[in-house]
């Protein structure tokens, strides 16, 4: 059977593509837009936020990148129609907004479960079934959301949160399945603890902060751009046979135990 001759040295670029960045006017979702940018796609930068989406766009535009900033509330269903609708044609979807309420089940209101499950489940599922159809239609794309480690290891005070990531890996599958015949590649990220807005709380608590870099094998915690590389390679053409599959970016946290070192001997 032959193929074409693959060009190596441009099995990550992303010239002349479009990349819609949901989630990127800060945190893991900026990094990743600048990241994609650098490899020459052209990206949305959305976000809730106008004023975050604008200051990426900025950075991206330093550096001699192409970008455009888009307000958008995933929670809006009509607002994220729209949106798959104007970048139907793009050729990868990213999105990395979520939230998370760390309380104890005896402790939560249905409020805060509705808040957690909205943003991070139902938001995610509608924006892969309406930006997986437009790519469907459109010969194909990558829809690359985020989970967690919590999708598959837990402590006190997750369970909602872990709920909903478990969730979305879940849906990443199914969509896959399903959009898969049509060209359409589907996968998640999954982040050990990384310094962003969303774990503040835990960085201001040394004790916490400093449990929860040992645990890790690497023995320290993630930064933002380090998610980058998984986005940009999910985005790429480097993981053309790849979807349904969860890309775990922990530095070892869910490989190792690592409440214990025992003796060597």
Not at 13 to 40: F, H, K, N, P
Not at 163 to 178: C, S
Not at 213 to 223: E, I
Request: hydrophobic share 45%.
């Amino acid at each position: 059977m032959s193929h074409p001759q693959i060009d190596y040295s441009q099995l990550f670029r992303l010239d002349g593509r479009t990349v819609v960045v949901i989630g990127s006017g800060s945190g893991i979702g900026c990094e990743s837009a600048q990241a994609l940018a650098a490899q020459g796609a052209h990206v949305v930068v959305a976000d809730y936020s106008l004023t975050g989406a604008q200051s990426t766009v900025a950075l991206i535009a330093e550096r001699g990148g192409a970008a455009e900033a888009y307000e958008i509330d995933v929670l809006d269903d009509d607002a994220v129609a729209v949106a798959a609708e104007r970048f139907g044609t793009a050729s990868a979807l990213v999105f990395t907004a979520a939230t998370n309420v760390r309380k104890r089940m005896d402790d939560y209101t249905l409020d805060e479960f509705d808040r957690v499950v909205n943003l991070n489940l139902r938001a995610s599922f509608q924006l892969i079934r309406k930006f997986g159809a437009r790519f469907a239609a459109n010969g194909g794309g990558s829809i690359i959301g985020f989970a967690s480690i919590r999708a598959q290891v837990v402590e006190p005070g997750q369970g909602v949160y872990a709920a909903t990531k478990a969730g979305l890996v879940q849906l990443a599958k199914t969509a896959a399945a399903e959009y898969g015949p049509q060209g359409v590649r589907v996968n998640v990220v999954a982040p050990g603890v990384v310094e962003t807005p969303l774990t503040a709380q835990i960085k201001a608590d040394d004790e916490w902060y400093g449990a929860y870099a040992q645990k890790a094998a690497l023995g320290r915690w993630s930064r933002p751009d380090e998610l980058a590389g998984a986005v940009v390679y999910l985005a790429s053409d480097a993981s053309s046979f790849v979807t349904g599959s969860t890309l775990t970016v922990d530095g070892g946290w869910t490989a190792i135990d690592g409440r214990f070192t025992p003796p060597a001997s």
